[in-house]
T-cell receptor, first 110, second 114 residues
Framework: DAKTTQPPSMDCAEGRAANLPCNHS???????VYWYRQIHSQGPQYIIH???NNETNEMASLIITEDRKSSTLILPHATLRDTAVYYC???????????FGQGTRLTINP | ETGVTQTPRHLVMGMTNKKSLKCEQH?????MYWYKQSAKKPLELMFV???????ENNSVPSRFSPECPNSSHLFLHLHTLQPEDSALYLC?????????????FGPGTRLTVL
């Protein structure tokens, strides 16, 4: 599985857009980028995933660079309930497991 | 609510006890997983079941024994655990076990071994 690099922590003001970066410079052509988040002591929550194109759902948007070496998760209007650890995961073709790193601890401030 | 439930949510047990963790998914999925999350560590995959067959066992000690009686239920039987086994145990399910199948997690069981 390709390795991902995320900043350990970020802060964002409530109501503003939260942009979480992820570097995955060794990603290969058939690997997907997944984002999960984990609110303290709860199970990880699926947010979004993508391969090449940008993706959007009711929770967030995923922007993947053209060379696929990095991506950004965007929470358009952050709320206090978005405070969590956000994990960027690259999942290899045929891989059954998700390999979680340390993630980014996002704190939304009032 | 993800459609994956786990019981109990909290469990305290002694090293000589035998207990079981239960996971149930209401999503019609065919694959189920056990993960372990120790304090300050990333999630680690323990077991994968696909269509009730174990397809992956990540060198987990034999004191952890999984059971998948049908595609909706997954158990983790525990016996003679050690204090270092205290962790959050998470169950997940997905439509299949392919890399493109999104995994949905339950709330976890917080296990404390005394």
């Amino acid at each position: 599985d390709a390795k991902t690099t995320q900043p350990p922590s970020m802060d964002c003001a409530e109501g503003r857009a939260a942009n979480l970066p992820c570097n995955h410079s060794t990603i290969s052509g058939n690997e997907y980028v997944y984002w999960y988040r984990q609110i303290h002591s709860q199970g990880p929550q699926y947010i979004i995933h993508g391969l090449k194109n940008n993706e959007t759902n009711e929770m967030a948007s995923l922007i993947i660079t053209e060379d696929r070496k990095s991506s950004t998760l965007i929470l358009p209007h952050a709320t206090l309930r978005d405070t969590a650890v956000y994990y960027c995961i690259v999942r290899a073709q045929g891989a059954q497991k998700l390999v979680f790193g340390q993630g980014t601890r996002l704190t939304i401030n009032p | 609510e993800t459609g994956v439930t786990q019981t109990p949510r909290h469990l305290v047990m002694g090293m000589t006890n035998k207990k079981s963790l239960k996971c149930e998914q209401h999503l019609g999925h065919n694959a189920m997983y056990w993960y372990k999350q120790s304090a300050k560590k990333p999630l680690e995959l323990m077991f994968v079941y696909s269509l009730e067959e174990r397809v992956e066992n990540n060198s987990v000690p034999s004191r952890f024994s999984p059971e998948c009686p049908n595609s909706s239920h997954l158990f983790l039987h525990l016996h003679t655990l050690q204090p270092e086994d205290s962790a959050l145990y998470l169950c997940a399910s997905s439509q299949g076990a392919a890399s493109t199948d999104t995994q949905y997690f339950g709330p976890g069981t917080r296990l404390t071994v005394l």
